[in-house]
């Protein structure tokens, strides 16, 4: 994790550490797949709330803003960091459902703040020395602020339900 690659090396390096956002994310969709497949013959009351959360929380979510962060990044996160960022996004997600389909809102809880960490290294990732075109900066930001501002209103819906 050095600061001196080259550039060849080092655009190998951040295609080798996106790989990992992307095949996470790849199996997110396709379990969330799974999900929506068997939802309705199994009368899976959350099913249809789960197969989307995968999708898009887990999956396309998780692996535009891993990808993302590579690409707009000045430098490259060190190992720790995306290890740190990996666990968390993907932990926190199966938080938020298993808490959602145990009715324990305070797994949720946990869950929703696993994701709030995530976000908040991303952020520190790309930080002020942030690289690539202003409209890709923007949406990077757009998309983290959106999902902070929706993670509390899920995690009030959660204990609502849970009454």
């Not at 396709?30 to 899976?44: D, E, H, N």
């Not at 929703?112 to 900066?137: D, F, H």
């Not at 983290?144 to 959660?158: C, K």
Request: with cysteine; proline share 4%.
């Amino acid at each position: 994790m050095t600061d001196d690659l080259e550039p060849r090396s080092t655009t190998l390096a951040l295609a080798r550490d996106a790989r990992a956002f992307r095949g996470l994310a790849l199996l997110w969709v396709i379990t969330g797949g799974l999900v929506a497949a068997v939802t309705s013959p199994l009368g899976l009351e959350h099913g249809s709330w789960s197969a989307a959360f995968q999708v898009l929380v887990g999956g396309v979510l998780q692996a535009a803003l891993g990808i993302a962060q590579h690409e707009l990044a000045a430098r490259r996160p060190s190992r720790r960091v995306l290890v740190a960022q990996i666990l968390t996004w993907n932990l926190g997600c199966l938080a938020v459902i298993a808490g959602t389909l145990l009715t324990a809102p305070l797994i949720v809880d946990a869950g929703g703040l696993a994701l709030v960490a995530t976000m908040v290294l991303m952020i520190r990732v790309v930080g002020r020395g942030a690289k690539g075109p202003a409209w890709a900066l923007w949406t990077y930001g757009g998309v983290l602020v959106a999902t902070l501002v929706s993670i509390p209103i899920g995690l009030v819906l959660a204990h609502l339900r849970a009454g």
